[in-house]
């Protein structure tokens, strides 16, 4: 896009671009998302962004309107295979407040000033400013959803420091820690009573997971149910108002999280996230976006998959038609090779490790790839326990990497190296487990049009052998 086209995009109030770009207005400080409610400025003042950390890095604070920090992530990374795209994923699930810069690098195989230099020149703000806005957005949240105390919240949200917290608020939103929760509060937004230990672990934490355009919440959530592993996930309610349920291993501890079917009116579903470690709340709420394809760009989907007139009248009948990914790229690569629902249940009941108490009928973790590596596996048939095995063990060591930064030609190359993995399986695993929004499973008829959503027009096309 042309800075008059994107001027256009805001003179229009176009929420397809929310997330794409931002925009800040030298006349008042604040940048907004393109959507934003309020008067448009004059050309001569807005200047364009293409991440909230750059808006913030050039002096601008957000919108108390319009919330750019909230807005849903540009499709752009999930489509992205390059440093860049790979770099922007790992960021969003927390690997730089985990490992630091040099553990971004080390993952992505650059140095640390070779990252810093590629993100800088085409974001506009270093991994460390990115992930400093994160860090904001999740603090701003639970200052306005939780009672915990502020230096609780600092720790929680990935600062180093309450000092480094207070600094970051108020460079971000132009307030303290304090007026963001009293101005929750005025606009009459619920906090809950009680200790916050008793609020995190019994109530969870309550978020909007916003997303961009239509949103076919059934077909994910019906898609999500038809797989269930039990004790592990659940699906409760009926079709229209149900609530998708399951456990999550995080790097701090374990966790629930329950997502509704229904979508809000603002565009965006409700998710509560009970968390034992409130330090995973950046990270899971990621992984959850990423399981519901909440970053994905229905415009552009339709745009493409519609001009083919296979997949024209699947593309009208059913907008906003999602891609599911998956919240634990390791459990699903082994849960596809697995295959039956039923039998990676029993794999998980045998293996798995319990929660520390159970949540209806979420009971356990699924195991870990190092829990199968050497496991008997009598749960699952002799002909598929030697490719587990392998691929639990490829897992563990490190030899198939899936985090949200792998190179997925490699990751899927390497699947492939595995005495009898199937080619479709491998494919479905690049497909879910690494978000490839344009995958297409062997065998299936495919048009050259389709690329680079090919993802999609799978599920278009039924994915009735997707695992």
Known sequence: ????????????????????????????????????????????????YRTAAAAQGAGFRACRRCRPDAVPGSADWNVRADVVGRAVRLIGDGVVD?????????????????????????????????????????????LQTTTMQAAEIAFAA???????????????????????????RRRGGRVPEGPCGDYATATGVPLR?????????????????????????????????????RTLRLPHGSGVAEVAERPGRGGWLECRLHLGDLRDLTTATQRMRRLFDLDADPYAVAERLGADPVLAPSVAARPGLRAPGSADPEEYALRAVIGDPERCAAVAAAYGEPLPAPSGTLTRLFPRPADLADAELTQVPGSVRPLLRALSAALASGAVRLDPGAAREEAERSLLALPAMPPHTAAAIRMRALGDPDVLLPGTPASPAWHPWRTYATHHLGAADLP
């Open 1 to 48: 896009m042309t800075a008059d086209s994107r001027y256009e995009a805001v003179r229009s109030r176009d929420a397809r671009f929310d997330g794409v770009f931002f925009f800040g207005v030298s006349s008042t400080g604040i940048y907004c998302r393109p959507s934003c409610p309020a008067i448009t400025p004059k050309r001569a003042n807005v200047s364009f």
């Open 98 to 142: 985990r490992e630091g810069v040099a553990g971004l690098a080390s993952r992505l195989g650059y140095s640390a000033r070779q990252v810093q230099r590629q993100l800088n020149a085409e974001l506009g703000a270093g991994p460390i400013a990115l992930a400093r806005a994160q860090r904001g957005h999740t603090a701003r949240v639970l």
């Open 209 to 245: 997971l916003a997303y961009r355009g239509a949103y076919d919440a059934g077909h994910v959530v019906g898609f999500l149910a038809a797989r269930a592993v039990a004790g592990v996930e659940e699906v409760t309610g009926a079709p229209g108002r149900r609530t998708y349920r």
């Open 158 to 184: 990935g600062f180093a420091s309450v000092r480094q917290f207070n600094e970051t608020i108020r460079e971000i939103y132009a307030a303290t820690p304090t007026e963001l929760r009293l101005a929750h």
